[in-house]
């Protein structure tokens, strides 16, 4: 199994950034592609952005496309995600978990806050 701590969530203004890291540990030479999610107050958890382990190759919601990064420091087993220009829509609860299936159990997330 893996275990799964987020952090780097905050309350910004529209328009800012902030930067959402993912530290794994356990079992973590299972890591193939890795991706974060999010889930805002009344929805159901969507995805945000996957990348895969070894190459780095990348995809994104359409919602996040130009604004938002990911990447991975693979000696430090660490995902990260680089959000700019963010919107009030943005605001939710941001995971990071396995990718396509989400099959690792969910860490605890952290609070993205976007004010207008």
């Known amino acids: 199994q893996v275990q799964l701590v987020e952090s780097g969530g905050g309350l910004v203004q529209a328009g800012g950034s902030l930067r959402l890291s993912c530290a794994a540990s356990?079992?973590?030479?299972?890591?193939?592609?890795m991706g974060w999610f999010r889930q805002a107050p009344g929805k159901e958890r969507e995805f945000v952005a996957a990348?895969?382990?070894?190459?780095?190759?990348?995809r994104y919601a359409d919602s996040v496309k130009g604004r938002f990064t990911i990447s991975r420091d693979n000696a430090k087993r660490t995902l990260y995600l680089q959000m700019n220009s963010l919107k009030p829509d943005d605001t939710a609860v941001y995971y990071c978990?396995?990718?396509?299936?989400?099959?690792?159990?969910w860490g605890q997330g952290t609070q993205v806050t976007v004010s207008s």
């Open positions: 356990g079992r973590t030479f299972s890591i193939t592609t």
């Open positions: 990348i895969v382990w070894h190459d780095t190759s990348t």
């Open positions: 978990n396995n990718y396509p299936g989400s099959t690792w159990a």
